[in-house]
DNA sequence: GATGAATGAGCATTCATTCAT
DNA sequence: CATGAATGAATGCTCATTCAT
């Protein structure tokens, strides 16, 4: 990502400094995608970000905070991406689809952050801004935990453990999110999204049907 | 590892030797999936395996060379387990559900061989293994290949990128089995592997009927 | 440093820069007498002025300057109080005492100064300011040497090695001080600097006795 | 200090790696003492050690546990000396004027380490040590104590505030002492031991008889 | 085979100082 | 004069690996 497509929250035009800031975040992004937090070296990311080492600890205090940072970015991403695309859906069916069309839309849209979240899960670097991430984590999981009650009350969903639920729903999508982000896949991208989003609204929709009292799929066990 | 296979060449007994080999393997295999591979210091084996730095050294090349060993090693084991239960399947349904459990089941016996996997996915320590890797590829996935594409031309499974076909097929139980690893699945286990196993076993069924001319569930939106 | 003799030397009102240069050199005395002149760093003092970066070095050259100030101001003070208190004096047991006096109360009123010149002994800082060092200490060291030197060969002072003079006369005091400017004394400050001068006094009075042909306190074991 | 006249603690005959932590040990002490704890850097100690940087931390844990080391080392020579001075003592004179000339001896022995304790008193890097150095100063000291309140009780010392007390016999002493690791001290060690020794005894002599009900040298205030 | 001392390249970070605004 | 971003040499320390005993 060169400065000038960089995406600038603060205002049109960035101080120098908000913009050195920012091409110091895309060269650790850049690194730590690739190689990995612990294999990159400050030095990596102080080259290709083509500042000094003395302009980078200017603006971020250690290594752990630059990932923090970059960590703290891809989570809120994520959820906006996820609550907006619920947001937006009227029936069930819809919602299930945009959440997993969602997902994929923003792994795509930003793969390196993408691939630095999936190798980063519950990194040790993560600790200083613990409290942060679970502010974030309650304001928008509580919103989407919401609907989903809602729905399973409803009998729109079924009511399985929460983390096979995820699993169904996610699953496939964060599957096929590692291949596109390692840039190992090959198939075409919408018509991917669409099976993807298929297996996930099928799969829970067959639980469904089984769970039910009287259901025709009910599974011999 | 179960201990008919273990790296025992010549005894039922193991030697002094082969004992400590294998407590090093141990140790390396605790530290790596705890806290990933370049965050692991030599120094942390060498204290857990109760071993000098001479020993290790005498043992294996690098530490390189003990990841390596590691991920081969679990490699092989899933591949195994991923077969035979092909093998010992009967019909479509069976093969796909065998495949889903056997992955979970190996990962439950192996946490942490599995947790390494998962965060070792194309590593840069297996270069020099490569070779031998490919070798087992070839070998294992040909044979599975030779099952999904026989099902496929006969119209058993459906006939969709490779990628999202493996997506749909291992990416519930793999993004459960990732929770498992960490010590975070609260589920029943084997309701988790049935559930799971439905989830493949419907979407690519679905798939199957929707592409299918005329099936029944043919989706456009 | 009492108000008369402050770096004001333009008007009575300091200007807002004069101002800040005082704040700056607070700052770093109470940092070095804390912690060191190595130990402390720039930003310290900064921190604790509130001043930026670019204001330090508009005032001052460099750290070793700033150090170098401070040192110049202790040595002129404690010199200054030293021959006020000599030439007040009328007897020479007037001057020993006056002189162990005024150092006690140039510790006690300035104890940060203190502790930095305890601490700073020839320190590396001072080499750009050897020469006004030595200026000051040639216009004032001349001066004492003459009031004792006379007394001296007046037979009222031991002519015994100018080393063990200084430790005869100094040492309790120093001693002593050092333990004040650490916050460590316990003692009644007035009572305490009183025993000093008695010591000093006393100790200087019976070396004469001994060394005087025929004193009565002639030692020899 | 070269290897072969180090001394050894262990055995006559040092194993190599003994005799290397003490090339490291007396490096360092060549290095604080003529430089300062913060301004040497363990570069400074590797060359002159000619040791390697890994060696010094095999045998180290830190440049802070390096300094406190012989810290320790100093403060358990001094007490040893100051101790056994005591205790070969029959009077109290002869315990005084012991106590002194002890405490000069091993700052002549051993300069460099006196220098470095005078320069590192009460330094930071002592916090990881400071349970084993007031264990040390308990035992020594309370000994000592008893020493003295024997014989201020007795009569034969006066009974002044400690510290003022300890500043007269220790203060000329160390006051020369600071000025002989410095190599600055022109006077014959001997005699100015005698005069140094004088001085203590004598001032701490006059106090106890002013202080006496009575005593002929009760000074007017 | 085992031990642990030795090696030295490499790393994250600090910090005095400079300089554009 | 003030500000604070930028600089880069220097520092303490880590760690994989080698090697003598």
């Known amino acids: ?25 895309d060269a650790a992004l850049e690194c730590f995608a690739g190689r990995g937090f612990a294999a990159t070296t400050m030095a ?17 205090k250690s290594k752990e905070q630059l990932a923090a940072q970059l960590y703290l970015e ?18 069930t069916e819809q919602g299930i689809r945009a959440l997993v069309g969602a997902y994929l839309d923003y792994v795509r849209a930003e793969p390196k952050l993408s691939a ?16 942060e991430l679970s502010r974030m984590n ?23 453990a929460p ?12 599957h096929f999110a590692r291949r596109l982000v390692a840039g190992q896949a090959e198939t075409d991208f919408e018509q991917a999204k669409r099976d993807l989003a298929d297996a996930a609204w099928y799969s829970l929709h067959h639980l469904l049907e089984r ?5 025709r799929l009910d599974h011999d066990s």
């Open 116 to 131: 630095f979240l999936f190798a980063m899960r519950h990194a040790d670097f993560m600790e200083p801004v613990e409290g």
């Open 74 to 91: 891809g989570v809120r991403g994520t959820q906006a991406q996820g609550l907006q695309a619920l947001m937006r859906s009227e029936t």
């Open 138 to 160: 309650r304001t928008a999981l509580e919103t989407a935990a919401e609907w989903f009650r809602a729905r399973i009350t409803g009998g729109e969903l079924p009511e399985i």
């Open 1 to 25: 990502m060169t400065p000038s497509d960089a995406p600038d929250h603060f205002s049109r035009r960035a101080t120098a400094s908000q913009r050195r800031r920012q091409q110091i975040l």
């Open 44 to 60: 990596d990311i102080r080259k290709l970000a083509g500042a000094s080492t003395g302009s980078i600890y200017h603006h971020f």
């Open 163 to 174: 983390d096979v639920f995820r699993a169904i729903l996610y699953g496939p999508a964060a």
């Open 211 to 215: 769970r039910r009292p009287g259901g």
